[in-house]
């Protein structure tokens, strides 16, 4: 199976602040890369596929940036409404992967 | 809009059957994969299998040989079973849909159903 590993596993940050999450996968999976972002007792709701495109009706604050192995979900300016955890997965081979998450909590 | 409502057992004892439905709302099942995903706290979220519109299937295959996902067109519903079921299957299980138009990933989910195996 394709590991994703993402870092941090939790962070602390304050309003307005800027936010970076990476994720790194095991095997090259050019741009099938997707971002949710869940909160407690609700399903993932998805914040960006293949890499860099915005789901419709999520804020343009949130941006993906990566390619092959490596990406990065940015929040700028994150607002009250953010915090939350943070997903990746991999949807390029079988089985689909997910990473262990990044808990984003208010500082 | 699509809209997946579930529903199923939610407690259940070893080596039973897990049995999971799905209702689709919204869309037809040509151009979608219609997956079935879970999640507990020590494995995270976990990718269990998808079916097409034309039935073919992919299983997770740490899975494989417990899992069936099958589809019922005339009543826009798939399902999930698992069998042999133990303390490892428990999580909170999710249907949800997704389509390669966005590299798979997956917009649509159902509401979550907490499946619990006890001895």
């Known amino acids: 199976d394709i590991q994703m590993t993402q870092s941090p596993s939790s962070l602390s940050a304050s309003v307005g602040d800027k936010v970076n999450i990476t994720c790194r996968s095991s095997?090259?999976?050019?741009?099938?890369l997707n971002w949710y972002q869940q909160k407690p007792g609700k399903a993932p709701k998805l914040l960006i596929f293949?890499?860099?495109t915005l789901e419709s009706g999520v804020p343009s604050r949130f941006s993906g940036t990566g390619s092959a192995t490596d990406f990065t979900l940015t929040i700028d300016s994150l607002q009250p409404d953010d915090f939350a955890t943070y997903y990746c997965?991999?949807?390029?081979?079988?089985?689909?992967?997910f990473g262990q998450g990044t808990r984003v909590e208010i500082k | 809009q699509v809209q997946l409502q579930q529903w199923g057992a939610g407690l259940l004892k070893d080596s039973e059957t897990l049995s999971l439905t799905c209702g689709v709302d919204?869309?037809?099942?040509?151009?979608?994969?219609w997956i079935w995903i879970r999640q507990s706290p020590e494995k995270g979220l976990e990718w269990i299998g998808e079916?097409?519109?034309?039935?073919?299937?992919n299983y997770n295959p740490s899975l494989k040989s417990r899992v069936t996902i099958s589809l019922d067109t005339s009543k826009n519903e798939f399902s999930l079973r698992l069998i042999s079921v133990t303390a490892g299957d428990t999580a909170v299980y999710y249907c949800?849909?997704?389509?390669?138009?966005?590299?798979?990933?997956?917009?649509?989910w159902g509401q979550g159903t907490p499946v619990t195996v006890s001895s």
């Open positions: 949800a849909s997704a389509t390669w138009i966005k590299r798979g990933g997956v917009d649509y």
């Open positions: 919204g869309t037809p099942f040509r151009g979608y994969h």
């Open positions: 079916i097409d519109h034309d039935e073919s299937t």
């Open positions: 095997q090259t999976i050019t741009v099938y």
């Open positions: 293949a890499t860099s």
């Open positions: 997965q991999q949807s390029y081979f079988v089985p689909q992967t």
